[in-house]
């Protein structure tokens, strides 16, 4: 098993599964302290840090034009978030995207190879107006190989 960024990987819960998740237990299982996932979850505008100071935040959402789960699309859509690496005094910002024509879902900032997992909430899962703020994302964070 790879080993996540620094220590952060004992810091979140993977969050939701299916429909069944909403802002509170988002919140709460974001502040869960042990976990045997590799897998980070991080709330738009969140950040999260390791003991060792290495820290990851979710910055932006850029663009979410995924298909709705509730309709047929031409094209599946796409989702690009920018995220920040921050380790010492160094801080990197980067952006993920699944574009089928471009995919960058992996980016390698200051060292650690993050790659976005999964982006929440998928459009048209929800029947109540999802806000900007209720994003948030899983990606996991692993040292780059040299």
């Given at each position: 098993?790879?080993?996540?960024?620094?220590?952060?990987g004992v810091f979140v819960a993977t969050v939701c599964v299916g429909m069944s998740c909403g802002k509170e237990e988002i919140?709460?299982?974001l502040d869960v302290a042990e976990t045997n996932s590799d897998t980070l979850s991080i709330k738009l505008g969140e950040t999260i840090t390791s003991p060792a100071g290495e820290q990851l935040t979710f910055k932006k959402?850029?663009?979410?034009?995924?298909?709705?789960a509730n309709a047929m699309c031409i094209w599946q859509?796409?989702?690009?978030?920018e995220m920040?690496?921050?380790?010492g005094s160094k801080t990197e910002a980067f952006t993920l995207t699944t574009n089928p024509q471009e995919p960058k879902t992996s980016a390698v900032a200051l060292g650690y190879e993050v790659t976005l997992v999964?982006?929440?909430?998928?459009?048209?899962?929800s029947v109540e107006e999802v806000e900007e703020s209720d994003?948030?994302?899983e990606v996991t964070a692993v040292k780059a190989s040299n």
């Open positions: 098993m790879k080993k996540a960024l620094g220590i952060i919140n709460s299982a959402l850029i663009e979410d034009s995924r298909c709705p859509g796409m989702v690009t978030v920040q690496a921050q380790v999964n982006v929440f909430p998928y459009p048209g899962t994003y948030w994302v």
